[in-house]
Antibody, heavy 120, light 107 residues
Framework: EVQLLESGGGLVQPGGSLRLSCVAS????????MSWVRQTQGKGLEWVSA????????FYADSVRGRFTISRDNSKNTLYLQLSRLRAEDTAVYYC?????????????WGQGTLVTVSS | DTQMTQSPSTLSASVGDRVTITCRAS??????LAWYQQKPGKAPKLLIY???SLESGVPSRFSGSGSGTEFTLTISSLQPDDFATYYC?????????FGGGSKVEIK
C-alpha cells in the first residue's frame, strides 16, 4: 500500500522559512516523479512544484519560483519542500503527491496534508 | 499558463441522476487531462486520467470524454457517495493547472 506522510507545517511569520517533508512507503520511490500541491482554506487546488525520479529536474509554479525549493533523498524515500520568504498568500494545506502508474503529473496518491499558516 | 474553466460551479442533483461537468482549457492540452473527487477534510482522489482512462478501483459509472479544449466528466447514475467537489487538471505543460471545482450537492 502506498503511503505518503507529510510533516513540517506550522505557524510562521511573513518573510520566514519552513521545510516540509514527505516520507514515502509502499513503492519504489526513485521510480516516480513527485509533486507538491496546495489548497487554501475553502478554496481550490494549486500545483506548487514537481521533481523527477532521479531528482535532477525540477519545476515550479510562477507564484513560488525563487522562493521555494523542491528536493528529494531517494536513500531515505523522502521528498522535501523548502519554503522561504513566505507570504500570507502561501497559507494553505500542502499535499505531497505521487504520479499514477499510467501518467506523469496525474496523481493517484496523496498524503494527508500539512498546514502552513503565514501570519504575524 | 493554461487556464481551466469548469462549469457549473455548483450542481444540485438527486440519487440516480445522470450528471455532467464540463471543463474548458484556454488552449489545447493534447488530451492530458485528469479528474479528481474531493470530500471535505480529505485529499483529492484521482478518478480519470488521459481524458478517459479510469483509475484503478474507480466505479464504472464515472467516465470522461472530450478532446482539444473541451472535456466532460459524466456520472451515469449518481450515488450517495458521489456528493463531493470535482476538479479537472491539465498536465500538458508547466504550470500544471486545476479548474475551479464543481460542487455536486443533494437536491
Amino acid at each position: 500500500e502506498v503511503q505518503l506522510l507529510e510533516s513540517g507545517g506550522g505557524l510562521v511569520q511573513p518573510g520566514g522559512s519552513l521545510r516540509l517533508s514527505c516520507v514515502a512507503s509502499g513503492f519504489t520511490f526513485s521510480r516516480f516523479a513527485m509533486s507538491w500541491v496546495r489548497q487554501t482554506q475553502g478554496k481550490g487546488l494549486e500545483w506548487v512544484s514537481a521533481i523527477n525520479g532521479a531528482g535532477g529536474k525540477t519545476f515550479y509554479a510562477d507564484s513560488v519560483r525563487g522562493r521555494f525549493t523542491i528536493s528529494r533523498d531517494n536513500s531515505k524515500n523522502t521528498l522535501y519542500l523548502q519554503l522561504s520568504r513566505l507570504r500570507a498568500e502561501d497559507t494553505a494545506v500542502y499535499y505531497c503527491t505521487r504520479d499514477t502508474v499510467g501518467a506523469t503529473n496525474a496523481w493517484s496518491d496523496w498524503g494527508q496534508g500539512t498546514l502552513v499558516t503565514v501570519s504575524s | 499558463d493554461t487556464q481551466m474553466t469548469q462549469s457549473p460551479s455548483t450542481l444540485s442533483a438527486s440519487v440516480g441522476d445522470r450528471v455532467t461537468i464540463t471543463c474548458r482549457a484556454s488552449q489545447s492540452i493534447n488530451n492530458w487531462l485528469a479528474w479528481y473527487q474531493q470530500k471535505p477534510g480529505k485529499a483529492p482522489k484521482l478518478l480519470i486520467y488521459d481524458v478517459s482512462s479510469l483509475e484503478s478501483g474507480v466505479p464504472s459509472r464515472f467516465s470522461g470524454s472530450g478532446s482539444g479544449t473541451e472535456f466532460t466528466l459524466t456520472i451515469s447514475s449518481l450515488q450517495p457517495d458521489d456528493f463531493a467537489t470535482y476538479y479537472c487538471q491539465q498536465y500538458n505543460s508547466y504550470s500544471l493547472t486545476f479548474g475551479g471545482g464543481s460542487k455536486v450537492e443533494i437536491k
